[in-house]
């Protein structure tokens, strides 16, 4: 997967990859996927939601620019499986995971259940479109599902100098963006990709049923 899918295509943060060489990535998919874990695109999980492919789970941790030599605080929106997570953790990162779903809360812990390194992953169960402020502020911030546009309550509890990421558009088709709060206050916006995510749905995201 490194060799194949993640170095040719421009993926060199030293710490994102030995993460995706030490994290096994089968304990994150259900049973009838475990031979296609380490496939080149996103599988399905429960409820109609995906594990995402390895590359865009290794682009969404290298644009945020975590230090080496420090743990940062990460929010990530969107648990899942619990494998960006277990990436972000194996780094030396605090995550709080924010995922709508109960099935997945449970699903994702478990998951991460017996792996040592996961100690400091927080999962709690809610709509991650209003991020976590009990929490905040965070040092960065990953969505890992598609909205309309950024969340405000998101740049909020971002703290200045951090970086967030997250697919921004349609339901079919999202750019992936990363925005960067300076150290004085002012956004910065970058466009890193195309990509395809399955919806960010709450208050300031996609409604429900839409
Ligand atoms: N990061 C995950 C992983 O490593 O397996 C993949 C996430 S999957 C592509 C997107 C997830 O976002 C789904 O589990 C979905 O239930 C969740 N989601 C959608 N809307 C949400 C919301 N408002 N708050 C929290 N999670 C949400």
Redesign the pocket.
């Known amino acids: 997967m490194v060799e194949t899918q993640l170095l040719p295509r421009g993926i060199s943060d030293r710490k994102t990859l030995e993460a995706f060489r030490n994290v096994p990535r089968e304990f994150?998919v259900t049973d009838a996927y475990r031979d296609a874990a380490y496939e080149d695109r996103?599988l399905p999980?429960l409820?109609g939601?995906?594990?995402?492919q390895p590359y865009m789970?290794a682009i969404m941790t290298q644009v945020l620019k975590l230090p080496e030599d420090k743990k940062a605080l990460v929010l990530?929106?969107?648990?899942?499986?619990?494998?960006?997570?277990?990436?972000l953790a194996y780094m030396g990162h605090s995550v709080v995971?924010?995922?709508?779903?109960p099935e997945?809360v449970e699903f994702?812990r478990n998951n991460l259940e017996n792996l040592d390194f996961c100690g400091d992953v927080k999962i709690f169960q809610?709509?991650?479109?209003s991020g976590w402020p009990e929490c905040a502020p965070y040092d960065a911030i990953l969505v890992?599902?598609a909205a309309p546009d950024i969340p405000a309550p998101l740049i909020e509890q971002l703290k200045q100098g951090g970086r967030l990421t997250i697919p921004c558009g349609g339901k079919d088709m999202q750019t992936l963006k990363t925005l960067t709060k300076t150290d004085n206050g002012q956004l910065e916006i970058k466009e890193e990709l195309l990509c395809r995510?399955?919806?960010?749905?709450?208050?300031h995201?996609f409604p429900e049923g839409d």
């Open positions: 994150f996103p999980l409820c939601q995906t594990i995402s789970v990530e929106i969107g648990t899942g499986s619990g494998y960006q997570a277990a990436i995971s924010v995922e709508r779903l997945l994702a809610g709509d991650g479109s890992t599902a995510f399955v919806p960010l749905i709450g208050k995201a």
